[in-house]
């Protein structure tokens, strides 16, 4: 069944059960309200935000299978749906990996984008020896098959993904061009435009976020296309380096929206060189900011995905030599900068930049004798609830820090970005997350939270105790 924007805003805010019985998995999952969660702060503009899924980790991560659900309101394969994996050998097909994702999918009210029909890399070798009509007929097949299979499923397919090289806008030497001549990008849009006329059909590509000789011939393309009424929209990947977003990305991108196009950012990750300092995290975190808003500012962007969960389930460190943490999530599933910076640009509320809506109130911070103080402060208080900030200051050079506390009412955390630890219940036990553990004497660092009060009496403010790891 194809999952619309209309069917996903319609979940209302709070607990949901998720019975996965597709996975025998047993999950079920809270979904906070649309202003404190990436997908329900997505949902409440009519956006998609996604994340590229990993097979493995779907089928055995249940902390992972949690932040999927709750977080996001799409999802893309990351492997399962190439060729390589879909159809290894010639006419044998394999969809159970993709089904699991489509069924986890539909469990938790999310899209499904489909990545990728037609693709010079992770394409099986028997693929790759054809030419000529033998080749056409191959491409053709895979398409009409992989997409009936999942018609109603899939709401929007990548057709074919990286057809231009890096050089002076030329289209890729792979074998596709080689065994077929540059006719096979059409005729497979018109494959795919048969087999499921109802979804969308884009085009994807990295190096393309801004105006270049690259983005200007996919521009070429995309008009012949349109044309013939086979493109529906474009795909710019976003791999980004720290502090790079193109100053043309929101031009570019409008430009092929001006051509009736959807657009969509479908890979989104921003690399930092190793260790990343915090300085470089909030860097990270305007940059996704800046590329979220980019999208909300244009009419016809359908969404953003980001490539992947947590920092540690990322590509890029397996490519890029000395490069990593490019995700919105740490190792330990906690949020991080950039988490917040995109629950901003969606609309949200909850992260630790959401300015007060009342005066705030602030612990009397404790002697500073010991190796690290600790404060918090109600940041915007509602009827049932309130976003915290809280502050470590290190009297010392610290290595690491735990903050405790208890609450004196029915306060109890709902979800926290920089702390981990033991949340739930009365006592609180949190510990800094990697990023934000290693402090210089006199140096500060933050966290933050939001709380339910189901009660309704005002958000207290208890006394909190901080130790040095």
């Known amino acids: ?180 001549g540059e006719n096979y990008i059409r005729w497979a849009f018109e494959a795919a435009r048969a087999a499921d006329p109802n979804a969308d059909l884009y085009m994807n590509d990295y190096s393309i976020d801004g105006v270049n000789a690259k983005s200007d011939r996919y521009y070429q393309i995309a008009q012949d296309l349109v044309a013939r009424d086979l493109l529906d929209g474009m795909g710019f990947q976003a791999h980004l380096i720290l502090g790079q977003v193109p100053g043309t990305m929101e031009q570019n991108l409008q430009r092929f929206a001006d051509l009736g196009l959807k657009v969509r950012i479908t890979e989104l990750d921003v690399r930092i060189q190793m260790p990343a300092s915090q300085q470089e995290l909030e860097q990270q975190a305007q940059d996704f900011q800046r590329v979220v808003e980019i999208c909300t500012n244009i009419a016809d962007c359908s969404g953003v995905t980001v490539w992947g969960v947590r920092d540690g389930d990322s590509w890029v460190p397996d490519v890029f030599e000395g490069y990593g943490a490019p995700l919105l999530f740490n190792d330990n599933n906690q949020p991080k900068p950039a988490y917040h910076a995109v629950l901003e640009a969606l609309g949200g ?100 939270f939001n709380i339910t009060k189901p009660d309704g009496s005002t958000a207290s403010v208890p006394t909190v105790t901080c130790t040095p790891a």
Not at 134 to 143: D, F, S, T
Request: charged fraction near 10%; glycine fraction near 10%; hydrophobic fraction near 35%.
């Open 1 to 180: 069944m194809l999952l619309t924007r209309q069917r996903r805003r319609a979940v209302i805010a709070g607990v949901v059960t998720v019975a996965t019985a597709a996975l025998g998995l047993g999950l079920s999952t809270q979904f906070a309200s649309a202003q404190t969660t990436l997908r329900g702060a997505a949902d409440d503009i009519g956006i998609d935000i996604g994340v590229a899924v990993n097979d493995s980790l779907l089928q055995n991560n249940q902390a992972y299978r949690e932040l999927v659900a709750r977080e996001f309101n799409s999802v893309t394969a990351e492997n399962v749906m190439k060729m390589e994996s879909v159809q290894p050998s010639q006419g044998q097909f394999n969809f159970a990996p993709g089904d699991r994702l489509v069924n986890f999918a539909q469990q938790n009210d999310m899209s499904v984008y489909g990545h990728t029909l037609v693709w010079h890399s992770q394409s099986p070798d028997w693929v790759e020896n054809l030419s000529g009509t033998a080749l056409r007929q191959a491409m053709e097949n895979h398409i009409t098959t992989t997409m009936n299979h999942w018609e109603g499923d899939i709401f929007a397919w990548d057709v074919v993904n990286e057809v231009v090289g890096d050089n002076n806008g030329q289209l890729r030497d792979s074998f596709w061009l080689q065994g077929m």
């Open 349 to 448: 509320d909850g992260g630790p930049t959401t300015p007060p809506t009342s005066d705030p109130v602030t612990t009397t911070p404790p002697p500073t004798g010991s190796g690290c103080t600790a404060t918090l402060t109600v940041q915007s208080p509602w009827n049932t609830g309130a976003t915290y900030a809280g502050t470590v200051k290190a009297n010392q050079s610290l290595s690491g820090w735990t903050v405790t506390w208890t609450w004196p009412g029915s306060e109890r955390i709902s979800n926290a970005w920089s702390i981990q630890g033991t949340l739930s219940g009365a006592t609180v036990t949190a510990s800094n997350v990697g990023y934000n553990g290693t402090l210089s004497a006199g140096q500060s660092t933050s966290f933050g």
